[in-house]
């Protein structure tokens, strides 16, 4: 590998990193004091989906685990569960990269879409097998729905502002290999 590549490999990493962080900055400012009658959108888990696809070298399983992990901790959430459940879905959508890559945007948001849905029923019903109080079921649907209509936004800020395309047929990847 050469260096240029290595750098930018590790700066986009970092990136990564700063903006999940940011992110759980921005969940956890008390803006209300009440509870809200609408959940926002879940954009950890949209941004994870967008990167997977367009650059999986950029969002290690190990590096993406970690986050998670911390999402949950600060969040209160069951600790690794929504992680683990995230980190599969993102696997697999590394492992459809190529495949979407050639795709349009429809196909990767009805795939994202099933994938988010998957891991909202699975979560919800880990949740309930071990008795754990959940959200009301309209507030959880509102965010799931609301997570899928948001994620073209998502993508169009990682590919516009971000700069994190898909690659290409002729691109070079940073091991030095042709896709």
Known sequence: ??????????????????LVLMILFFQLLPLQTQPGQWAP???LIGFAFAWSVRRPEFVPPLMLAALLLLADLLLQR???LYAALVLLACENLKGRARALRASTLVAELLTAAMLMIGVAIAYRLVLKLMLIDTAPMG????????????????????????RVRKT??????TAGGRI
């Open 168 to 173: 290409g047929p002729g691109d070079l990847e």
């Open 41 to 43: 959108p879940d954009l």
């Open 1 to 18: 590998m050469n260096k240029p590549s290595q750098i930018h490999l590790w700066l986009m990493r970092a990136a990564f990193c700063v």
């Open 78 to 80: 069951p600790p690794g």
């Open 139 to 162: 507030l959880s649907l509102l965010q799931l729905g609301l997570t899928i209509l948001s994620y073209p936004i998502v993508v169009l800020v990682t590919h516009g502002i971000m």
